[in-house]
């Protein structure tokens, strides 16, 4: 059995920075970051293999950055030059997926979530 525990959610100004970690206990091949926006989808932004393969959602290329622990149990999002429309709940994910060049994997694909952190980000 897969548990997850994010942390490290806040508030902060248009600019700034967070760092999000997720707490991991089980055995998973990929682990991922998801959000979602009030009366929005959620949303993909970005996946981690355990080669240490990466993807990034479009709009958060070049800002945000995914990693993990060397004993893989926890799982991180460092989130630079935040803009509001990153405010979301963030969710961490995990499965027995293989992460690809083109798409993180849709949140249907995986069985294991975290309850969420919310970042809010204001102008």
């Known amino acids: 059995q897969v548990q997850l525990q994010e942390s490290g959610g806040g508030s902060v100004q248009s600019g700034g920075s967070l760092k999000l970690s997720c707490a991991a206990s089980?055995?998973?091949?990929?682990m991922a970051w998801f959000r979602q926006a009030p009366g929005k989808e959620r949303e993909g932004v970005a996946a981690?293999?355990?080669?240490?393969?990466?993807i990034y959602a479009d709009s958060v290329k070049g800002r945000f950055t995914i990693s993990q622990d060397n004993a893989r149990d926890t799982l991180y999002l460092q989130m630079n030059s935040l803009k509001p429309e990153d405010t979301a709940m963030y969710y961490c994910?995990?499965?027995?997926?293989?992460?690809?060049?083109?798409?993180?994997?849709?949140?249907?694909?995986?069985?294991?979530w975290g309850g969420g952190t919310q970042v809010t980000v204001s102008s």
């Open positions: 089980g055995d998973t091949r990929c």
């Open positions: 981690i293999d355990s080669d240490g393969t990466t």
């Open positions: 994910a995990a499965d027995w997926l293989v992460v690809g060049a083109t798409a993180i994997p849709p949140v249907a694909d995986f069985d294991y």
